[in-house]
């Protein structure tokens, strides 16, 4: 079934993505991938278009991109992006499932799936899906992310800790990046490139990247066994911070690029 996301939501995420930390991952992510004028690309779980938008760039008019997405309210939004930008003869959307890609075997140039594993059941199924509509020499960009790596500046560590540990119960992989060189591999991918992506933020705000997380990972935390209080005041006590000049924030994210060998 595919996912739900109210105005609000929507807006809270693209808010998220346009702030400086994730537009210096998109950045990273576009120079270790390298996609050249010409290519075709499919963007798995594309959201509201930000990559897609920036990768249409890059393979300029002669090139192409996909993005699939199983939620319409993402998909309305990616579509007023690429019509704001003027992209729409290279860049389209449509719904799909990163598990099961409706599209032939070897037709594109590179595929990107930037923290969309971590949600699925059978990632090892999604990669092979992803090697199978790349073709020969074909690369696929992969960004994940392993929560433990998430730091907060925080007044009460062990209540941090059980707001966190209850946010891990939002996704199905918890701990992916450590696993991905061998699923990649059982894939019949070759990894070429694993690097980590640092993001730190020393200022708070709704439009900060973890700013924009404090109120959805307190919701998530009291519908997974954290007391609605203590949510709250964990909420409480970050947003203080934030207003308050006494703010850090810091995440690891995991790029890895991995080739489909027979070129």
Not at 93 to 102: I, M, S
Not at 133 to 147: F, Y
């Amino acid at each position: 079934m595919a996912a739900k996301f109210g105005a609000r939501e929507v807006a809270r995420i693209e808010s998220v993505y346009a702030s400086p930390a994730i537009a210096s991952q998109r950045a990273r992510t576009r120079a270790v991938l390298a996609a050249r004028p010409g290519e075709r690309g499919l963007d798995v779980g594309c959201g509201p278009a930000f990559l897609a938008v920036d990768l249409g760039r890059d393979v300029g008019s002669d090139g192409r991109i996909v993005g699939i997405d199983e939620s319409p309210e993402m998909l309305e939004a990616a579509r007023a992006r690429i019509a704001r930008e003027g992209l729409s003869d290279r860049v389209e959307v449509r719904q799909g499932d990163a598990g099961r890609l409706d599209c032939p075997a070897a037709t594109f140039d590179f595929v990107t799936a930037v923290q969309v594993y971590l949600y699925l059941q059978d990632v090892e199924g999604a990669l092979r899906e992803a090697a199978r509509v790349l073709r020969p020499g074909g690369r696929l960009a992969v960004v994940d992310t392993d929560w433990d790596s998430c730091v907060w500046l925080t007044s009460d560590r062990a209540r941090h800790r059980r707001v966190m540990e209850a946010r891990g119960h939002y996704f199905v992989q918890q701990h992916l990046p450590t696993r991905l060189p061998g699923l990649l591999a059982r894939a019949g991918l070759s990894l070429a490139v694993a690097e980590p992506i640092p993001l730190l933020e020393l200022t708070g705000g709704p439009e900060t990247f973890g700013g924009g997380l404090i109120g959805s990972i307190a919701d998530v935390a009291a519908r997974h066994g954290v007391p609605r209080d203590e949510a709250d005041a964990w909420k409480a006590d970050l947003l203080a911070r934030a207003s308050g000049g006494e703010y850090f924030f810091s995440l690891t994210r995991y790029l890895f690029v991995a080739t489909r060998p027979g070129a």
